[in-house]
């Protein structure tokens, strides 16, 4: 599932957020016990770095890298918008799919492989979890097995 997270798709939003959290962590350790000071100089630092964004053509990247090493059949959306802040410019939200798929498109993805990575893919993977489930419904429990 190729997830929208911006620090997933952008190796710069990666080093920005980690640099943040650094001073973040720094400016606590300067400061015990005082977090309006450490709020303050907090709130410096983020002016002075400007916060580096992931867009949609970063997660058309990741998905172009999903499709290169694991195929076109094994690629889907997870979205993860109940876990995030936002998501990537221009897919703030899950009304940015049709920004994504269009980009998609642009690059050459066609038809069936746009509606693999919506929604045939997670689909066939989930009625293969189903009938996998439905034939060892009366297996024991793994832990009970003796082999351990």
Do not use: C
Request: aromatic share 10%; hydrophobic share 40%; glycine share 8%.
């Amino acid at each position: 599932m190729a997830v929208g997270f911006p620090t997933f798709l952008s190796e710069k939003r990666r080093q920005w957020s980690a640099e943040q959290a650094a001073e973040e962590a720094r400016l606590k350790s300067l400061w015990p016990g005082d977090p309006a000071t450490v709020a303050g100089e907090f709130a410096k630092w983020n002016a002075s770095h400007p916060e580096v964004r992931a867009t949609v053509a970063d997660w058309a990247d990741h998905i172009d890298h999903l499709r290169q090493v694991a195929g076109i059949d094994h690629i889907g959306l997870g979205g993860d918008y109940d876990g995030m802040e936002t998501g990537p410019v221009g897919a703030e939200d899950v009304s940015g799919y049709p920004v994504l798929f269009t980009e998609l498109a642009r690059r050459g993805y066609g038809r069936a492989d746009l509606e693999k990575i919506s929604s045939r893919n997670i689909a066939r993977v989930l009625r293969s979890a189903e009938a996998y489930s439905a034939a060892h419904r009366f297996d024991p429990p793994i832990e009970s097995a003796t082999a351990f």
